[in-house]
């Protein structure tokens, strides 16, 4: 494994590069003359909590090459990524009255990175699109893919588009500052990976998993590109999501109910999909498609990565009142994305409410 990867999702005309290198940071700026011909002016979109660590290494990095740059920074967390965060970037969008030939790129995470994909997306109707991605978590899933959106008190990510990124920059040295908690939440994103394509995926993460909590920069370097990999061929295979991108869902309807109905205060997004996940795998088994001991294991890994597996207390009404409200649904349906075993992973529709509050009772 080599300390430069890069990885071309091909799309067509929306196709762009997936490049990881520990300390490419700063290197940005020669890279997006490259990309996008003479520097003229560029926004970065930020937060406050990576502002501090970053920001100076790709300004100076930018106007080192040229780059007139500006910049936006957010409150940092889940709980901001509403309509009222999305507006102060269109606001300084329209302020700083960049063409549509001029970038914006996203410096953070998958909450940075999801509304300035978004802003993108409208302002003038399309303008280019950078990923910087400062978190695991967005450097092997939401950075990928171009699924942008913002959160709505009803459901989360229910307002939003499909929006290419011109260039995926992924630093993996970055994640040397960033919380253990947000580490660990990553994790259930690499763990999702093995469990829905690739059982050999999912076993090197338990063999590896002290090295990658300790952040050795081989192991890393492995999980992003092998995480970017699987992330990429889903995507050219079904970019808008009309079948096969569902897969990447697993855990997501159940985990978008509990991030919505604990008002995104409580689990961080990694978090709320490691506890979808094991709903899931007892769902997976209750209608007898998986084996006994599926569950178990997927729990000893969970816990193993410090990630929470005690499923939160609601009402089964409370659930399937906030599951319908996912943008995943088919007309009435709720899709749900099940396990036959690791590595194997289907779309069901055919679960009924009693099915969901039979397995609701189980946690309790």
């Known amino acids: 494994m080599t300390d430069l990867n890069i990885y071309h999702v091909d799309l067509g005309d929306r196709s762009y590069d997936i490049h990881i290198e520990s300390g490419c940071l700063a290197s940005i700026g020669s890279v997006m003359t490259g990309l996008f011909g003479l520097p003229s002016r560029c926004m970065i979109i930020t937060n406050e909590t990576v502002a501090p660590l970053y920001l100076e290494t790709v300004q100076t990095s930018l106007k080192t090459s040229g780059w007139q740059v500006q910049s936006c920074t957010l409150p940092d967390g889940e709980k901001y990524k509403n309509c009222e965060s999305w507006m102060k ?15 914006i790129i996203a410096l953070g995470g998958g909450v940075v990175g999801d509304m300035t994909g978004f802003a993108a997306a409208c302002y003038r109707r399309g303008i280019p699109l950078v990923q910087i ?5 967005a450097q092997v899933d939401s950075s990928v893919g171009g699924k942008t959106a913002i959160n709505h008190p009803y459901g989360k990510n229910m307002i939003g588009a499909f929006y290419q990124p011109k260039l995926v920059w992924i630093d993996p040295a970055v994640l040397k500052t960033l919380a253990v908690r947000e580490l660990r939440a990553g994790i259930a994103e690499l763990i999702k990976y093995g469990l829905i394509r690739d059982r050999q995926f999912f076993t090197y993460l338990e063999e ?3 090295r990658l909590l300790a952040l050795d920069s081989e192991v890393v370097s492995r999980v992003i590109l092998t995480s970017c ?8 295979a079904d970019e808008t999501e009309q079948g096969l991108r569902a897969l990447l869902n697993l855990g997501h309807t159940f985990g978008h109910a509990i991030e919505s109905m604990t008002h995104y205060r409580e689990y961080l997004h990694g978090e709320a999909v490691a506890l979808g996940t094991l709903m899931a795998a007892r769902l997976s088994h209750m209608l007898g498609h998986s084996p006994d001991n599926l569950e178990p294991r997927i729990q000893r890994l969970y816990e193993a990565a410090g990630l929470p597996v005690t499923i939160p207390a609601f009402a089964a009404d409370q659930w399937l009142d906030s599951m319908g409200h996912d943008k ?6 709720i899709r749900y994305i099940l396990l036959r075993e690791i590595g194997d992973a289907f779309i069901a529709e055919n679960v009924s409410d009693g099915d969901i509050r039979s397995l609701i009772e189980s946690f309790q």
């Open 229 to 236: 990999r699987h992330k990429a061929e889903v995507v050219m």
């Open 328 to 333: 995943k649904n088919v007309g009435s349906r």
């Open 133 to 137: 991605p400062t978190t695991l978590l």
């Open 89 to 103: 970037v269109m606001d300084a969008l329209m302020v700083s009255r960049l063409s549509r030939q001029e970038p």
């Open 208 to 210: 590896h998993l002290e």
